[in-house]
Structure formats: structure tokens, C-alpha cells
């Protein structure tokens, strides 16, 4: 089991995953960029959907921070094509999974959620983080208020979520949905 939802097309579907955080600015649209670029390198980018969202409008329509497009940058990744949106209630039916950066996140955007299947479909991004130790704290931390360094230690959190969420998607992608397997 992938962890991750069923698809809603069904298998063979692309699979539609939307990451969320409070702006979509930091956290967010550097998971994004970073789950698109090892999504390309396993060859499974044309089988996955991404988008990214916050749950404040405060942003709509601006670039990534400064400071998160500084690191991808210096990382090797582009993070020039981002927008910021806001979640609203119809990205339910356009996504087959909402991972979130934070358990703020999680309740906001489980509170927007139309039934108990879209409420099931909000995870948490690190519970794909492989290197995430035992009791230790499940958010991505915000890294806004702080200083580059902040942004950094998001981007290690984020790459090695990114590694784990890679292989939950590919297992996702070639297991039969409960239908197929009837």
C-alpha cells in the first residue's frame, strides 16, 4: 500500500496531487518544484499531476519568496514559473490527494472538505518523509519569518519527502484500484 488515495479516474488516470500550505510563496511551491524535477528523473512525470495552493489569499498571483527561489536556484532547480493561488473548495474534486505542510494546514483545509472521501484525501506531506525519526515533529516548518538558513532546512525536509513520495506515487501508479481488483 502506497499511502496515498486511489486515484479518481481510476487506474491508468494521471494521478492529480495538490501540495498546501498558508501562502503558497515558501513551502509549498518548493515541494512543487522539487517533487516535478524527481518526478521527471523517474520517468514518471507525464503519470502525475501537480499543483500548489495556500489557504490564505494574501499572495494570489505573486512569485515564490525570494528567499525559497534563492535556494531552489542555487539547488539547480528553476523556480521561476510559480504563482501563488488559494485552495478553495473545488480543489477537492480536481485532486486525488491534498498533502499539507503542517497540522494548521491539515485542519483548514479538512474543514473546506465537501465528504468524508475529500476529508480522507488530505495527508500530510511528511508522512511520506523516509528520513523522519519517531516522535519528531510532522510539519514542514514555515521558514517566512526567519532567515535563509530557515528556507534551507526546508529544502533538506523537502527533497527527502520528495525521494519517499516518489516511491508511494510509483507504487500508487501500478497497484489495481479496489474496482479493477474485483
Given at each position: 500500500?502506497?499511502?496515498?488515495?486511489?486515484?479518481?479516474?481510476?487506474?491508468?488516470?494521471?494521478?492529480?496531487?495538490?501540495?498546501v500550505?498558508?501562502?503558497?510563496?515558501?513551502?509549498?511551491?518548493?515541494?512543487?518544484?522539487v517533487?516535478?524535477d524527481?518526478l521527471?528523473?523517474?520517468?514518471?512525470?507525464?503519470?502525475?499531476?501537480?499543483?500548489?495552493?495556500?489557504?490564505?489569499?494574501?499572495?494570489?498571483?505573486?512569485?515564490?519568496?525570494?528567499?525559497a527561489?534563492?535556494?531552489?536556484a542555487?539547488?539547480?532547480?528553476?523556480?521561476?514559473?510559480?504563482?501563488?493561488r488559494?485552495?478553495?473548495?473545488?480543489?477537492?474534486?480536481?485532486?486525488?490527494?491534498?498533502?499539507?505542510?503542517?497540522?494548521?494546514?491539515?485542519?483548514?483545509?479538512?474543514a473546506?472538505?465537501?465528504?468524508d472521501?475529500?476529508?480522507?484525501?488530505?495527508?500530510?506531506?511528511?508522512?511520506?518523509d523516509?528520513?523522519?525519526?519517531?516522535?519528531?515533529?510532522?510539519?514542514?516548518p514555515?521558514?517566512?519569518?526567519?532567515?535563509?538558513?530557515?528556507?534551507?532546512?526546508?529544502?533538506?525536509?523537502?527533497?527527502r519527502?520528495?525521494?519517499?513520495?516518489?516511491?508511494?506515487?510509483?507504487?500508487?501508479?501500478?497497484?489495481?484500484t479496489?474496482?479493477?481488483?474485483?
Open positions: 500500500m502506497s499511502g496515498l488515495p486511489a486515484p479518481r479516474g481510476g487506474h491508468g488516470s494521471p494521478y492529480r496531487l495538490a501540495l500550505c498558508l501562502g503558497n510563496i515558501c513551502r509549498s511551491p518548493m515541494a512543487e518544484v517533487l516535478a524527481r521527471e528523473a523517474a520517468g514518471l512525470a507525464d503519470r502525475v499531476r501537480l499543483s500548489s495552493a495556500g489557504t490564505g489569499g494574501w499572495h494570489v498571483g505573486d512569485p515564490m519568496d525570494e528567499r527561489a534563492t535556494t531552489l542555487d539547488a539547480g532547480y528553476d523556480p521561476t514559473r510559480h504563482r501563488a488559494q485552495l478553495d473548495g473545488s480543489w477537492f474534486a480536481a485532486h486525488d490527494a491534498l498533502l499539507v505542510m503542517d497540522a494548521d494546514n491539515l485542519r483548514e483545509v479538512s473546506l472538505a465537501p465528504t472521501d475529500d476529508r480522507a484525501r488530505v495527508l500530510l506531506f511528511r508522512t511520506f523516509p528520513g523522519r525519526g519517531s516522535g519528531e515533529d510532522i510539519d514542514v514555515d521558514p517566512y519569518f526567519g532567515g535563509a538558513d530557515g528556507f534551507a532546512r526546508v529544502l533538506t525536509v523537502v527533497e519527502t520528495a525521494d519517499g513520495l516518489v516511491d508511494a506515487l510509483r507504487s500508487r501508479l501500478t497497484a489495481p479496489a474496482a479493477e481488483a474485483d
